[in-house]
């Protein structure tokens, strides 16, 4: 499984800029993630070097890296306890990685409170306040959110491939940008589907809850783009 919110217009030296809460893109980034491996549930480190790969979506956005980061959900207890393999990565322009793990490695990470010549400074306060102006959303910004979900099995008793991709970029009739889209038309039908009753009450995953097939089309009155194919 592979997400993620990214310019459409990169621009160096980040070529990022955060559509979402600032502290929630280090919380991203810290920690580990949690995938099925051979049927097992395993921690994977954010941003481990060794698990960075560069997934060619085509054009227009040719490679793309895909990092780990603390995206895990509930799907590794729920569907994933059926499945031998279950790894989630985001997607960012090549580079990202790199920036941000050094961002980590030196501390900056952190919520301990550190004794700067006199004065006490919290590092992450420090690097949020930083990053801000450099990578905060600008006026004008147009973003796009990617997702590419590749599943792997068989089929009439033959390997198969099942890929489907889902792109969402700005809406200029109601001023949305594609984030904005991706988390709040999903949240306000499912809210829809409960208040008329379609979703049963009480606390339940939403991959669980959610009947999938109807959602698609639902999103795609919405503007979301999909393509799917199985080889």
Known sequence: MLDGGIPLEPVPPWNYEVTFMMDGLINEYDGACAWIVDGELVEIPCLDPGHEELIDLGPPFGELEALIANTGSTTTRTIGKDLRSLRFKILRWPGHGAQFRAFRDLGLYSREPFDVRGTTVIPREVLLEMLEPRIGT???????????????????????????????????????????????????????????????????????????????PELTRRGFLFTEKVE
């Open 138 to 216: 600008r006026p004008g910004t147009r973003d796009v959110v990617i997702c590419r979900i590749v599943a792997n099995g068989d089929k009439g008793g033959s390997p198969a491939t099942a890929t489907v991709d889902v792109f969402v970029y700005p809406d200029d009739e109601t001023g949305f940008n594609a984030m904005e889209q991706s988390t709040g038309w999903h949240a306000a039908i499912v809210c829809h589907w409960m208040a008329s009753g379609r979703i049963a009450p009480g606390a339940t995953p939403n991959e669980l809850a959610v009947d999938a097939p109807a959602l698609i």
